[in-house]
């Protein structure tokens, strides 16, 4: 108990640590809010035309289409068309038609835009008495949250990982780990003091992130909670194994990296491509992948998919104990 009211002051006293468990949570927040902002004016098209050169008729018809902005000497407008945060295309007058100015640095769908203007105006008469029909815009930052969240939550569930490797090296750096070997506590003593502190802090910033960012039934959550302790394990027991091997701190951040990175690189990718068969079985072997998809299946909706998920986490979680308890019963063999 003493083990780990230590460890309880030495998160707190560390701010990076701090920093690690309530970044995920920032993070969702910011998610959260940003679903509820209209980002559909960064689609739009913008002109920029000569004060007194186009008719009133001209300037009408362009502002069907988009804002149009009057500048007063060719210089302003060139500028207004080469300024990189914009997209602005210039409009000028080419006898009966109109001649379209961009500085090529646009999406395509401006560049498009631009080079249809022209005959678009001189088909407007045509054009306008085409029947025209309006879809609805679809909303892009919620495309996006289907991916953004459940990667928030891999980061969140697997942050005791960051905490319980460095720990273990700071313990080796500071001369800690000798005093360890000869306390009178078992190997599983040990284990639970260096896994509960990561364990509880991944599990609270996970939940808490999950709480903002999804409305679940009763049933649902409890899934969720399930999807979220047993990866929090995980990823604190892998932490572990990430301080025994690590010789210094910048071998351990050099393993940290590539952890975190096959933590989220792996679901992503699969999820993306739509992996499945044989190749999924072997990408279940990374463990934020069954908690990546047990998310996504929770948030669609299909109960059958996370439950399956959480048996393939808890697999994880007695497949990774039972090794860590069996290199550290052989460590202690050799050393006596």
């Not at 002051?9 to 990076?16: N, Y």
């Not at 913008?46 to 289409?65: A, C, D, I, K, M």
């Not at 720990?167 to 500071?174: Q, R």
């Amino acid at each position: 108990m003493k083990g780990l009211k230590y460890q309880m002051k030495s998160v707190l006293r560390d701010k990076f640590c701090l920093m690690t468990f309530l970044l995920p949570i920032l993070v969702a927040v910011a998610l959260h809010f940003m679903g509820s902002i209209d980002m559909s004016s960064l689609g739009e098209l913008h002109f920029g035309v000569l004060e007194n050169e186009l008719s009133p008729q001209t300037v009408t018809w362009l502002e069907r289409y988009g804002p149009v902005t009057a500048y007063g000497t060719q210089e302003e407008l060139t500028a207004a068309i080469n300024e990189p945060s914009t997209n602005v295309i210039g409009v000028r007058a080419d006898g009966d038609s109109l001649k379209t100015a961009i500085s090529g640095d646009e999406l395509d769908i401006f560049r498009q835009a631009a080079a249809t203007l022209p005959t678009l105006y001189e088909r407007r008469e045509a054009a306008g008495q085409a029947e025209i029909q309006t879809l609805e815009r679809p909303d892009i930052m919620e495309s996006l949250q289907g991916i953004f969240i459940p990667a928030v939550l891999i980061g969140a569930m697997f942050m005791g990982c960051t905490f319980n490797a460095m720990n273990i090296i700071s313990e080796k750096e500071d001369g800690v780990a000798f005093v360890n070997e000869i306390l009178p506590q078992t190997s599983s003593q040990y284990i639970l003091q260096k896994v509960v502190v990561g364990f509880l802090f991944g599990s609270l910033s996970s939940i808490v992130t999950a709480c903002i960012c999804f409305r679940l039934s009763l049933q649902n959550f409890g899934l969720m909670l399930a999807l979220i302790v047993l990866s929090s394990f995980v990823a604190a027991l892998i932490g572990l194994f990430i301080g025994r091997f690590s010789e210094g701190l910048m071998i351990g951040v050099v393993y940290i990296k590539i952890v975190m990175l096959l933590f989220l690189a792996v679901p992503l990718v699969c999820a993306l491509i739509g992996v499945s068969g044989p190749l999924a079985v072997i990408c279940s072997i990374v463990p934020s992948r069954p908690a990546f998809e047990g998310i996504m299946a929770l948030s669609a909706g299909s109960m059958g998919t996370a439950i399956k998920d959480v048996g393939i986490l808890a697999i994880h979680c007695i497949a990774w104990f039972a090794l860590y308890v069996l290199l550290s019963t052989q460590r202690k063999k050799q050393s006596t």
